[in-house]
């Protein structure tokens, strides 16, 4: 059974950092490309970033130069480093595998419970 375990969100001010983790068992984690995605209610599923699992990665560009996506095979852990947050960032945060764009709509396989990130003065 694929379980991912999110834990590293708060509430913090604008131009502070958090660090996202994410535990993975139940599959082969080193194999897999993983991603972060965020939700705000109301709104659909929302790619962040995504980390291949040779290392290549991409972000979506509202966070590129604030947000670093890294991962540990030997620990089977994902991290998303957020820096410089803005008020915008505010989300309930992911970690998730097999996501893709069905039907027109941007989705996941499998995903955690989350973690909010919220951001406020």
């Known amino acids: 059974e694929v379980q991912l375990v999110e834990s590293g969100g708060g509430l913090v001010q604008p131009g502070g950092s958090l660090r996202l983790s994410c535990a993975a068992s139940g599959f082969s984690f080193s194999l897999y490309c993983m991603y972060w995605v965020r939700q705000v209610p109301g709104k659909g599923l929302e790619f962040v970033s995504f980390?291949?699992?040779?290392?290549?990665?991409s972000y979506r560009d509202s966070v590129k130069g604030r947000f670093t996506i890294s991962r540990d095979n030997a620990k089977n852990t994902l991290y998303l480093q957020l820096n410089s947050l803005k008020i915008e960032d505010t989300a309930m945060y992911y970690c998730?595998?097999?996501?893709?764009?069905?039907?027109?709509?941007?989705?996941?396989?499998?995903r955690g419970q989350g973690t909010q990130v919220t951001v406020s003065i």
């Open positions: 980390i291949s699992s040779g290392g290549t990665t």
């Open positions: 998730a595998k097999d996501c893709a764009i069905r039907s027109g709509t941007f989705s996941c396989k499998d």
